[in-house]
Each structure stands twice: as structure tokens, then as C-alpha cells.
């Protein structure tokens, strides 16, 4: 217009500045793109696992490694946070299938314990008891150790222990053996008859 005076170039120059730096603080979008609104409630929150999926997970792996009894499944369960009913239902259902037989594995406590360890059936009874397995179950069990077998095992223990103890006095011998295997659920009279007789084969 007339009486205007044209905008010189330093003046275009700046404006053109100030307008390319208000784009590039603009951010760029995708063509498409919609802003999603935050999540919220229970879609923000990790889903709470299945507490019967947790509780075949633990019976699983403990069966994995070694036999256990119903009790302490249970037990590894319930440290967990199992609900009582829901640990009850898988265990009801790997009973079923054979995954847990406490008969099976008290017989097989009883075997392994007293061929091993030499334990009499008083200590077998205490270990099967720790291991929750039921008065009726664990009898059962015991059945396969008599009187006999018990004395053979004690027998084996004082001869593999009696040489570590040869240059003590003969009393210090017996009062070690003989605890030794009342340790072990022997009863005193027949422990102490066992380990003089081990030790008169010395002489």
C-alpha cells in the first residue's frame, strides 16, 4: 500500500525464524496416531496368579527332586500362600493318579533309613511321624523291621564305628557306642549287649 514501507530483509529473515522454530517444538505424529488415555483400575495391575496353577507348580518341582510325603506338600504349599482348599484339591488329585502315596513312600523311608542309617524302628516311627504320615500308614511300614533286623543293623554300625575308638579305654568305648545307637532308636539293654559282644570279638 502507499506510505507503507516494504519490510526490509532482516525483518522477513526473523519472522521466518520464529515461525520454523514454533514447528520444530511441535512434536511429530504419525499419520493415523491417536493419544491412548492411561490405563487404569485392574487393567493397570498385573493379573494375580492362579493359585491352583502355584500350587501344582511347587508339588511339581518338590516331586522333581525327591519323594515327599502329603504333609509336606502341603506345608511347602501353605508357606506359599496356597488357600488350604485349593492345596486340599491338587493334592486330592495327584493322590488319585499316584503322583502322592504316602504308603508307598513310608515303605520306602523305612527301607532306605534303616539300610543307610541303621535306625531302629522307634527313630523310623519319630522320622515318618515328622513327615505327617498317619499313625495307621506308618505302622504298616514298620512291619518290614523285626527284632532281628534291627540287631543286624546294629551290629554293622558298632563294627564300622569301633576302629575310630580303639585307643581309648575299654568303659569310654562302650558309653560311646552304646549312645551311638540308642541315638539311633535302639533300646538301651540290647544296644549295650550288641557292643559288648563287637567288642569281645577283638580280644
Do not use: N
Not at 87 to 97: F, S, T
Not at 119 to 130: G, K, P, S, V, Y
Amino acid at each position: 500500500m502507499a506510505g507503507e514501507e516494504p519490510a526490509s530483509p532482516g525483518d522477513r529473515t526473523g519472522r521466518t525464524t520464529d515461525r520454523g522454530a514454533r514447528r520444530a517444538r511441535r512434536p511429530r505424529r504419525a499419520p493415523g496416531w491417536v493419544q491412548e488415555p492411561p490405563e487404569t483400575g485392574a487393567a493397570a495391575v498385573d493379573a494375580e496368579p492362579d493359585p491352583e496353577q502355584v500350587a501344582r507348580t511347587i508339588a511339581l518341582r518338590l516331586l522333581t527332586s525327591s519323594p515327599r510325603s502329603r504333609h509336606q506338600l502341603a506345608e511347602a504349599m501353605a508357606r506359599k500362600g496356597v488357600p488350604e482348599d485349593v492345596a486340599e484339591r491338587v493334592l486330592d488329585r495327584y493322590q488319585e493318579v499316584g503322583l502322592v502315596d504316602d504308603a508307598e513312600y513310608a515303605a520306602m523311608l523305612v527301607r532306605t533309613r534303616h539300610t543307610e542309617r541303621g535306625l531302629a524302628r522307634r527313630a523310623l516311627a519319630q522320622e515318618l511321624a515328622r513327615r505327617g504320615i498317619d499313625r495307621e500308614v506308618a505302622e504298616r511300614a514298620l512291619e518290614e523291621i523285626d527284632r532281628d533286623d534291627e540287631d543286624a543293623a546294629a551290629r554293622d554300625l558298632v563294627r564300622r564305628r569301633a576302629p575310630s575308638s580303639a585307643h581309648l579305654p575299654h568303659e569310654v568305648r562302650v558309653r560311646r557306642l552304646v549312645g551311638m545307637l540308642a541315638r539311633k532308636g535302639h533300646a538301651p539293654g540290647a544296644a549295650y549287649r550288641i557292643v559288648t559282644e563287637i567288642l569281645g570279638e577283638e580280644e
